[in-house]
C-alpha cells in the first residue's frame, strides 16, 4: 500500500491539481442546485427554467472560483478584492430577472422567478467561496418558498381559473371584465392563451381569468352571461 500512500502525498502537494478537482466538485454542485430551483421553475411552465437556472449557478459559481484563483495567483504582487466581481454578478443577474417581468393581461407575471434567477446565483457564489453548507440550505428554503408554500397558500383560496374563448379578442377583454365585475367578483388575472393550430389562423383567442367569485350562484351567473356572448366559443373552468 506504498503506492497508495505516495500516490496521494503526492496529489496533496499537487496544488493545481487540487484546485481543479475542487473547482470540479463545486461547478458540478452549483448545476445540481440551480438544477433544482429550475425544475420547479420548469415545472411551472416560468420564462426561466431549469437550463437557465442551471447556467446561472454555473456561471457565479465560475466567477467566484476565478475572483479566488486570481487572489491567489497575483498574492503579494497586486491589492485583489475577491469580492469585485461576485459583487457585479448580484447586480448585473438583473437584465436576466428583468428579461422574466412580462404585462399579461391585467396582472404581472415573473417577479417570483426573477428573485428565483438572483437566490440562485447567491447559492452558485456561495458554493463557489466554499460555503456549502449555506447553499445547500438555502437551496432547500428557495425551493419549499417557490414549491410547498404555494400549495399552502392555494388550499386557503377558492380562486377559479375561467377559460374563456374568444373572436375578436380586442374587443371582448373588456366585455369579460364587464361581466365579471358586474357580479362583485373580484379578478386576480387575466392571461391570454394560444391554441398552436388555431393561432396559425388567428381565428379565436382563449382567455385565462382567474376570479374569486363569492358564491356558486354568482360563478353560475358569470359563465351563463359569457356563454350568452355571440362571440364566445366555449367557457369552462379547470
Not at 56 to 65: F, H, R, Y
Not at 151 to 175: C, M, R, T, W
Not at 178 to 186: A, E, H, L, N, S
Amino acid at each position: 500500500m506504498d503506492w497508495l500512500q505516495n500516490a496521494w502525498q503526492w496529489l496533496s502537494n499537487c496544488e493545481p491539481l487540487l484546485f481543479v478537482l475542487d473547482a470540479l466538485w463545486k461547478l458540478t454542485l452549483a448545476a445540481l442546485l440551480g438544477g433544482i430551483i429550475g425544475f420547479e421553475r420548469e415545472h411551472s411552465h416560468r420564462p426561466a427554467g431549469f437550463r437557465t437556472h442551471i447556467l446561472v449557478a454555473v456561471g457565479s459559481a465560475l466567477v467566484m472560483l476565478t475572483s479566488v484563483y486570481i487572489s491567489e495567483a497575483y498574492a503579494g504582487r497586486a491589492n485583489i478584492d475577491i469580492t469585485r466581481m461576485s459583487a457585479q454578478v448580484i447586480s448585473g443577474i438583473g437584465f436576466l430577472g428583468a428579461g422574466t417581468i412580462l404585462r399579461e393581461g391585467f396582472s404581472v407575471k415573473g417577479l417570483t422567478t426573477a428573485a428565483s434567477l438572483w437566490a440562485v446565483s447567491c447559492v452558485g457564489i456561495a458554493v463557489g467561496a466554499g460555503f456549502v453548507s449555506g447553499a445547500v440550505v438555502a437551496t432547500v428554503v428557495i425551493y419549499i418558498t417557490l414549491n410547498a408554500l404555494k400549495k399552502v397558500l392555494s388550499k386557503g383560496q377558492v380562486g377559479k381559473a375561467l377559460f374563456i374563448e374568444v373572436k375578436g379578442l380586442e374587443e371582448q377583454i373588456p366585455e369579460i371584465s364587464r361581466i365579471i365585475k358586474k357580479t362583485g367578483t373580484p379578478i386576480h388575472s387575466m392571461e391570454i392563451l394560444y391554441d398552436a393550430k388555431r393561432r396559425r389562423n388567428r381565428e379565436t383567442s382563449t382567455v385565462k381569468a382567474l376570479i374569486f367569485p363569492r358564491t356558486p350562484e354568482a360563478l353560475k351567473l358569470i359563465i351563463a352571461e359569457l356563454q350568452n356572448d355571440e362571440n364566445v366559443v366555449d367557457v369552462y373552468l379547470s
